[in-house]
């Protein structure tokens, strides 16, 4: 077989608009009309079959052949473990590992680093030699986030990628559909198998105008959110178009894509445009924009969708760029949206804790130049009056080429100037690698980051910690106004003089450095030329790693006296599924992961967090330990969720901890996107209410019966039993969103064990 190149060569990307161009042809047929952008990409990698069908209302499920795909190294770990299962000798199209979300923020950037290299030696050295075995790039711990990394080195537009991280949307800032993926999703694909999709819907947002003064791109996301809510955009792929995409550089549009999927939505995308074509040439990749000039006909939408948007897209929102507010978002969720200037009444309504006590700016989200840039204008205009940030300030670069970049310009510098510390180039305090000392138990706290989750508990794991989400130039204004109800359009701040000031509006700063970037050195590592001779390297008695053994196949009959584990009350994230950090470094040790089961989940029979009642003892205990008891005595159980169960991020291992305890099935109100997927590839029942009034008669004693399970099909409901502890019993109706294959993935014990089924 010949070796997969892990580039992004004009030779593939000649390839992939080659095909695009005869693939619209094609659809365009079908359905005679215009395509949306979306449409394109996705007509461009679908299988031949899907090109013939009227894909809105003929499809539910389609497959489609990705350009590359991208692991980062917590989820990463679970990827190769599952494609070692495939018995392949390497990946069948570029694959990339990036060590990002390992690394703790404690003090800063190189120690940090230093650090965790020694702590997650066993689990960095296992990522290598599988990458280096299998075909797999290689990305060393300090080299950056994956999200900014995959922008500057692998993106293109037009391409589809997938990636085992929820904000794998990053990309659509380059014109790319990068979508989120469960693990298995992405072993599969490394393994040659096509990507099996919900056909989207499609969201249009209109941006006319042009942004000035404090507002930036992370506000347009930022209103979007709070338009549309954190369920609002799921299984609906975002498409931006309308004269104000042009007026947003490249990195802004990826910050707005990458918290697309704060609103659940599949992805995000902008069309090709001068400010993409400047952002490729100036990452070295020249030839691929003029490609892309090549092909700008479709990789941009239709003429006519922007005229007719309300023929072509399911909803449609308009934003005048020019009359946009900055906002602030929070707490413990990014879409309770205001504008800056009624944040101080809402942290009087709602007793806020004013007082900031840390501001963070950086992430994945938003790291740029150009965000760096602006946010360093205004730590000048601090330094000129001779203050400094009230409160700790921290920056996070989103990769080694940044951070030695705005260190040659001087950004970091003027950040230094007013109080910051610099922190590792990788996710931290974003994601829970967050060590904070300083913190009581239990004690009531306020953030304010740049970053794009603030669910409870993320990210500090202090459920207590009220985050904030805005731009870095706002948090940097927070930072040197020291509390919430600080608005720097109106208020003033004291020089050190005694004198008061006002913040002028950050200084606009270029897309990219003028200088260039630059190059980072020794952050990657190929695949073995040899790789016959590589070892994958796990020890037998490992406390972070484990081999991972097939979960059993369905035994054919119906699910009977199920006991219900937790009855979840609102929300019920992934991290509350099986929480992050702590808990990351045991992400390649399912039976040691495990003990975090359901940890964050708010249990509606008690309102106690992560505690149930154990049928045995009748003591409330972890759901953890009553699901080890459980299993031990082969007691079969269910999980019940409220609307958007699984909502956040990708990790697949909020289905796989929970099969591995020996949940049978869970039922909602409704499901994210992603997490339904996970729990259908690991031989879970994902069920919904057939009425979402029906969760209400689900009582803790309860014992759940899933009948008709052999003739269960593709939009056939399935009956329900529930049997109360005073012997009295009803029946409701559960629905799916099961396919044909996803049948045969749940019969089999889970979709890994049907593929390997398949090949042998």
Known sequence: MEKIKIATTPEMVENVYSKLEKNISVYRKTVNRPLTLTEKILACHLEENFLKKILDSEANYVFLHPDRVALQDVTGQMVMLQFMQTVLKSATLPTTIHCDHLIQARTEGKSDTKLAIYENNEVYKFLESAASKYGVGFWKPGAGIIHQVILENYAFPGGLMIGTDSHTPNAGGLGMLAIGVGGVDAAETMAGMPWELLYPKRIGVYLKGEMDGWTSAKDVILYVAGELSVSGGTNSIIEYFGPGTKSISCTGKATITNMGAEIGATCSIFPYDERMELYLKSTGRKEIAELANKYKEHLTADPDIEKNPDKYFDKIMEIDLSKLEPHVVGPHTPDLARPISKLADDVKNNNYLDNISVALIGSCTNSSYEDMSRAASLAKQAQSKGIKAKIPLLVTPGSEQIRATIERDGQIDSLKSIGATVLANACGPCIGQWHRPELKKGEQ????????????????????????????????????????????????????????????????????????????????????????????????????????????????????????????????????????????????????????????????????????????????????????????????????????????????????????????????????????????????????????????????????????????????????????????????????????????????????????????
């Open 445 to 760: 706290n306020t953030i304010v980051t740049s970053y794009n989750r603030n669910f409870p508990g993320r990210n500090d794991g202090k459920r207590e910690t009220m985050n904030f989400i805005a731009s870095p130039e706002m948090v940097i204004a927070l930072a040197l106004g020291g509390n919430l109800s600080f608005n720097p359009l109106d208020d003033s701040l004291t020089a050190s003089d005694g004198k008061t000031f006002k913040l002028d509006p950050p200084e606009r700063a270029p897309d990219v450095p003028d200088r260039g970037f630059v190059d980072a050195e020794d952050v990657y590592i190929s695949p073995s030329s040899n790789p016959d001779a590589v070892q994958v390297l796990i020890d037998p008695n490992s406390e972070r790693l484990q081999k991972l053994e097939p979960f059993d196949a369905w035994n054919g009959e119906d699910l009977s006296a199920l006991h219900v584990m937790i009855k979840a009350k609102g929300k019920c994230t992934t991290d509350h599924i099986s929480p992050a950090g702590p808990w990351l470094r045991l992400r390649g040790h399912l039976d040691k992961l495990s003990d975090n089961l359901l940890l964050g989940a708010v249990n509606a029979f008690n309102d106690q967090v992560g505690q149930a009642k154990n049928i045995l003892s009748n003591e409330i205990e972890s759901c953890a330990q009553i699901a080890r008891q459980y299993k031990k005595e082969n007691i079969s159980w269910v999980i019940v969720g409220d609307d958007n169960y699984g909502e956040g991020s990708s990790r697949e291992h909020a289905a796989m901890t929970p099969r591995f305890l020996g949940c049978s099935a869970v039922i909602a109100k409704s499901f994210a996107r992603i997490h339904e997927t996970n729990l259908k590839k690991q031989g879970i029942l994902a069920l919904t209410f057939g009425n979402p009034k029906d969760y209400g008669k689900i009582h803790e004693d309860d014992q759940i019966s899933i009948s008709q399970l052999n003739e269960i099909a593709p939009g056939k409901p399935v009956e329900c039993n529930i049997l109360h502890a005073d012997k009295t019993s009803e029946k409701i109706v559960l629905n799916h969103s099961y396919n044909g294959l996803q049948i045969e993935w749940f019969k089999a014990g889970s979709a890994m064990n049907f593929l390997r089924k398949k090949q042998n």
